[in-house]
């Protein structure tokens, strides 16, 4: 049956229709050409995504109601792990080739694998290993620094980061990123994560060196890290408050 004769049955049987989308839209002209005029999204009665100026588009031009929810990580995964045998100084987790139109991953990896040599390690498809579940988890255990990336275009579009903050910071991950617009109204510089200026790898460079020298400090911020997604940014979070906002009552999480 195709999905727009099934969202409107659901209409017409008044059975409330979403979605939750964790992938930026707006940003990305290519994939925003297509994504704007797709009828599955015209259809629904709400949208929840990641995408800030897609909610302001949902909500000024459409009749579908737009809800801006950030990224989180499963809750049966945000947890501190057993460290491996080995250990990673400082590692990157993701493809090498990952979008076309954001050249500054490739850029960012291969200064890492230049300044920092066999103590730099990468994980992902264009890596030999992709991890997941509960070696990611002793990965991350078993790293002193994590260095993130998220597509955001001319790093200038709020509120936008990648699923790979909460992922990281909730598997028990050390993550040095980016700094977003918006971020610290949901995480704390030097509280739960450390920022830099986005492309200004001199001052990436100072961050990663002394975080790798100070491992009382480092420690704290990971583990600190680690309690605030498990407290507030699980799966579960999220999808409470999208019950509260569909329906209009509260789920416990337990």
Request: net charge negative; glycine share 8%; with cysteine.
């Amino acid at each position: 049956m195709p999905m727009q004769q099934i969202l409107a049955g659901a209409r017409a049987h008044r059975i409330p229709t979403l979605s939750y989308h964790l992938d930026l839209y707006v940003g990305i002209p290519e994939r925003w050409q297509s994504y704007r005029n797709d009828p599955y999204v015209q259809g629904l009665d709400h949208f929840f995504t990641v995408d800030p100026m897609l909610v302001d588009y949902l909500n000024t031009l459409t009749t579908v109601r737009g809800h801006y929810l950030t990224a989180g990580v499963l809750a049966d995964e945000c947890y501190l792990a057993k460290p491996l045998p080995e250990t990673y100084p400082v590692i990157f987790v993701g493809s090498y080739h990952y979008h076309p139109s954001w050249p500054y991953r490739p850029r960012l990896i291969d200064w890492l694998r230049a300044t920092y040599g066999d103590r730099f390690h990468g994980f992902g498809p264009d890596f030999g290993e992709v991890i997941r579940g509960d070696r990611l988890n002793r990965v991350y255990a078993s790293t002193k620094i994590a260095v993130g990336d998220s597509y955001s275009p001319n790093f200038d579009y709020p509120g936008f980061w990648s699923d790979r903050i909460p992922e990281t910071l909730g598997r028990g991950g050390f993550l040095i990123h980016p700094r977003i617009k918006g971020i610290d109204d949901f995480y704390e510089d030097r509280r739960h994560l450390v920022l830099y200026d986005f492309g200004d790898f001199d001052q990436l460079k100072a961050l990663i060196d002394h975080y790798l020298e100070h491992d009382e400090e480092r420690e704290a911020i990971r583990r600190a890290g680690h309690e605030h997604v498990k407290a507030h940014h699980t799966y579960r979070h999220r999808w409470q408050h999208i019950i509260e906002k569909v329906f209009g009552c509260s789920h416990s999480s337990g």
